[in-house]
């Protein structure tokens, strides 16, 4: 069935320091790919998306390529600060699945100054 | 404008109890989603709705109960609560179900089943 893979959290930095978080994904038609972020005692909010292949979300120093070839969408900044820490999610959407977000299990950032 | 809005955000049941989740949107959208989240496990569809008296089952429905009388409105049933029931709910909505659109979370609703 259609799934969202994450790297495995805790992801510990410093501040300024580049950030990749890996997301892979399984799907049996040609996603829609989201990451989304959770702040500490809130709900999730969209940080970027793509549609296709080949596109680039970004937002907020934030960056994601959707690569079709090795079924990827890899969340990337090149230098984060404190206020980057939270709970990040990978999720795709299929079209003509009534909108439903398929989830990974979410990765922990927390940022040190 | 509100946006999503959880309500209680947080509530202790025993098992066996029954309660309901609320939820309301102010952006006349169309479709709403009910998530479970559990430590460690990412998101959960429990329950959706393309629409007002449609709803359809998501991946872990059992336990649950959902109406949608309202385009505003939907509540999340649990019936007789189970320590398994004891998550962070979220609710969500969208205009329309393309597939590209962005949902819009509520802040969530932690219960807990002693």
């Known amino acids: 069935g259609d799934s969202v893979t994450q790297m495995e959290g805790p992801v510990t930095l410093s501040e300024e320091a580049f950030l990749t978080i890996n997301c892979t994904y399984t799907?049996?038609?040609?996603?829609?790919l989201f990451w989304y972020v959770q702040y500490p005692g809130e709900g999730l909010q969209l940080l970027l998306k793509a549609t296709k292949a080949d596109d680039k979300g970004s937002n907020k120093g934030f960056e994601a390529t959707y690569r079709k070839e090795t079924t990827s969408f890899h969340l990337e900044k090149g230098s984060v600060q404190v206020s980057d820490s939270a709970v990040y999610f990978c999720?795709?959407?299929?079209?003509?699945?009534?909108?439903?977000?398929?989830f990974g299990q979410g990765t922990e950032l927390s940022v040190k100054p | 404008n509100a946006g999503v809005t959880q309500t209680p955000k947080f509530r202790i049941l025993k098992i066996g109890q029954s309660m309901t989740l609320q939820c309301a949107q102010d952006m006349n959208h169309n479709y709403m989603y009910w998530y479970r989240q559990d430590p460690g496990m990412g998101l959960k569809l429990i329950y959706y709705?393309?629409?007002?008296?449609?709803?359809d089952k998501g991946e872990v429905p059992n336990g649950y109960n959902v109406s949608r009388s309202t385009t505003e409105d939907f509540p999340l049933r649990l019936e007789l609560a189970a320590p398994s029931q004891t998550s962070v709910y979220f609710c969500a909505s969208t205009p329309e179900g393309s597939g590209a659109n962005v949902l819009t979370f509520g802040a969530g609703s932690r219960l807990t089943v002693l």
């Open positions: 799907a049996t038609g040609y996603p829609s």
């Open positions: 999720a795709l959407s299929l079209y003509n699945q009534g909108g439903k977000l398929i």
């Open positions: 709705s393309v629409g007002a008296g449609i709803t």
